[in-house]
Every structure is written in C-alpha cells, then in structure tokens.
C-alpha cells in the first residue's frame, strides 16, 4: 500500500514521502480499514519534526484519525461487519491506505455524512470531550472561552459547548475569522489584533472555564479572564510551556488549572471515552449540531502541502488526506 513516510529534515517537503509500505494486518481486538480520508492535525507537525514520537507499539506513520471501509478483522471484533462504514481514532497510521484500528475507537460514519468529513471528528471531539467537558465541567448555562476558534479544536470546541447549552468566547486571528466564528455560532468573538480578550471576557462577567492552545503569554490572561471557581484546560502551548503562576490568585480565586494529552493514553481509556462520545456527542454529530468544516482537501501525495496549509494557520475547520 502507499503511506506517507518521515524522511530527513525537518520541513515538510523534505520531511514527507509517499512510499510502498507492507500492508498491515489486523489482530485481536483489531479492524482494518480502508482509508477514504485521514484527518491532518498540529500533533502531526510536531511529528514530523521530531518532537512528539508515537507511543511504543504505535505506527510510525502519521496520522491520528481516518473514515473508511472495514475490510478484514481480527478475532474478537463482534461490533463490526465487512463494508461497515467507521471513522476512529488511532495512535499512528492514518497518512496510509489502510490502517489498522482497536475495534473499540471506532464509530460508525453516520447516514449522510462523507468521509472527509467523518474523518474531521475523531481526534477532535475526543480532546474536546475529554478536556472540557470531563475535565473542565462544562455545564449548560456557564460561559466558556475558546483559543484558536479557526482551528480544528477551536470549531468543534464552539460546536460541542453550543450544543451542550453553554455561551461561547471565542478568539480569532483577525476581524474575518472572528466573523467566521460568529457564524458558526461563538456568542461573542474576539479579533486578537484589534480586542483585549481579558476585558471582553471580564465585561461578560468572567469565563468559568478556558480551553487554551497557547499558553505562554496566554497563561496570565487566562488565569485574569476566569471568574472565581473557573477553570482552565490547557491541551497545548503554542506561544510557549513555561510559565509564572501567582498562587495568590489561584486561591483567592478558587481556580483549577489541569491538561492532558491524548495519543498516550491507555486504550482502555480511549475505549471509555469512545463509549462516552458515542452516548453523549454522537447524537449531536446525528443531528447536524456538532459538523465541524473542513477547510481543504487534499490528495495524500499532497501531505507536504496539507502541512504547510496547516502551518500557516490560514485556515478555518480541518484538513484532510484524500488516498
């Protein structure tokens, strides 16, 4: 089969190469599928250059989340049937044209919905899940802020908290995806380069929980912006990952600062959570509530392309590899 392989450098048309790879097989507990879209992500860059290696056991090809056709299975698979249509979560793999999956990360690819699309949810709205809602514990009626709103996090952030009932902050790059936000229903955008996220939020009567890309210079503007008892879930650090925390104010504010990761995670765990996101978020996936878009398509001899698109951070939803 054809996969998508690390090469030397760091960039991403030295780093990337299409290759003949054997194809894998599935195991016990295991499904192969087809991929008809595999989803591009930040982790994946990270990567690609040499810093986020895969869990022991793990591919080594890239790729979190893919939709596709279930075409083989291991024993003890009794969910799954030939041609079953899925989308899942995987430790690595996913820049391929097949891949193989743990049975119990998958979910089935709902009556009308695409693969590209289906490909989009995975990695997402289980960091998502985990991260605000189990985590942070978002309820309906709190006021939540969201970093990142063009991202793939940020869009299906702001489509989980709507559908869950929460008001949504979100901030934006710019005046246009601050509107592109607005429209895929943040109650109230920030444009970072004309709005001071700490006094929006502050004029709404603070956040009670912070989903955070940044850190960095974020980390005090997020502990300023939480109202007493907030919290705040940092799942990455792009603008940098240390930082000073006053402790004066964590608890004279009452606050609770957590994080995870999600690739190296036990899959027992990954298990739970897919049962949890197929009770809770699939039925708003069902509904049309939670669509994240997809921003751009591209072939899967393309993923150096795919990368730099990422890269820039030009974009609003996900992208994906089209096999």
């Known amino acids: 089969m054809r996969a998508i392989a690390v090469r030397e450098g760091k960039g991403p048309a030295e780093a990337l190469h299409v290759v003949t790879v054997t194809m894998p097989r599935p195991g016990p507990g295991q499904i192969l599928i087809r991929v008809r879209a595999a989803g591009v992500n930040r982790p994946d860059i990270a990567q690609r250059e040499g810093n986020y290696p895969p869990p022991p056991g793990a591919s080594e ?32 793999g996913g820049y391929a044209e097949y891949a193989v999956v743990d049975a119990r990360h998958a979910l089935p690819i709902p009556d009308g919905m695409g693969y590209s699309e289906a490909a989009a949810l995975p990695e997402t709205l289980f960091t998502v899940w985990a991260n605000l809602f189990e985590r942070g514990r978002l309820q309906a009626g709190e006021t939540v802020a969201i970093h990142g709103a063009n991202s793939g996090i940020g869009t299906t952030a702001i489509l989980m908290a709507k559908a869950a009932g929460a008001r949504v ?82 608890l004279f504010k009452r606050l609770t600062i957590t994080g995870s990761t999600l690739r190296a995670r036990p899959a027992e765990e990954k298990a739970r959570i897919t049962r949890e996101i197929e009770t809770h978020v699939w039925p708003w996936v069902k509904d049309g509530k939670v669509r994240p878009p997809v921003d751009r398509e591209f ?25």
Do not use: C, Y
Request: proline share 4%.
């Open 169 to 250: 902050v979100a901030t934006a790059r710019n005046a246009e995806k601050a509107a592109w936000a607005r429209q895929l229903g943040a109650d109230r955008p920030v444009d970072n380069s004309a709005e001071d996220f700490v006094a929006v939020v502050t004029e709404l009567g603070g956040a009670d929980v912070i989903l955070d890309i940044g850190g960095g210079s974020w980390f005090d503007r997020n502990i300023a912006a939480l109202k007493p008892d907030g919290r705040l879930a940092q799942i990455a650090f792009l603008d940098g990952a240390e930082v000073t925390l006053n402790l004066g104010l964590l």
């Open 61 to 92: 090809i890239i790729g979190l989340e893919v939709a596709g056709d279930v075409v083989d299975m291991g024993p003890d698979t009794p969910r799954w049937t030939i041609g079953d249509k899925v989308t899942a979560l995987l430790p690595g």
């Open 299 to 323: 072939a899967l001899s393309e993923a150096a392309a795919a990368h730099r698109h990422l890269e820039t951070g030009s974009q609003f939803g996900k992208v994906t590899l089209i096999p």
